[in-house]
Nanobody, 120 residues
Framework: VQLQASGGGLVQARGSLRLSCVAS????????MEWYRQAPGKQRELVAT???????NYVDSVKGRFTISRDNAKNTLYLQMNSLKTEDTAVYYC???????????????WGQGTQVTVSS
């Protein structure tokens, strides 16, 4: 199973970016999917989570600005980021809990990360 994240880049404060993460490989079902981020010198932080049914949760610092979504038919996860702030600068990672077969265990897989830089 591979996760490929894309969509990062350089944007000015108050701008927007949309991150994508495509899962491929031996996939029976994808359960929860998440976006994390890690800023320089800081620990990795859970930004947003979405269940297979579409329920979402966000860290307080991004509520009202970021929207997590997924397309189950395409095994793709998204993060729409609006009203970006300089403190959102980080490497963003996607993660997915994947079952490879019916009634099999769920394993966590990670994407390679995509850099988001917000300038003032």
């Amino acid at each position: 199973v591979q996760l490929q994240a894309s969509g990062g880049g350089l944007v000015q404060a108050r701008g927007s970016l949309r991150l994508s993460c495509v899962a491929s490989g031996n996939i029976f079902r994808i359960n929860a999917m998440e976006w994390y981020r890690q800023a320089p010198g800081k620990q990795r932080e859970l930004v947003a989570t979405i269940t297979s049914g579409g329920s979402t949760n966000y860290v307080d610092s991004v509520k009202g600005r970021f929207t997590i979504s997924r397309d189950n038919a395409k095994n793709t996860l998204y993060l729409q980021m609006n009203s970006l702030k300089t403190e959102d600068t980080a490497v963003y990672y996607c993660s997915a809990d994947v079952q490879k077969y019916l009634r099999g265990p769920s394993w966590a897989y990670w994407g390679q990360g995509t850099q988001v830089t917000v300038s003032s």
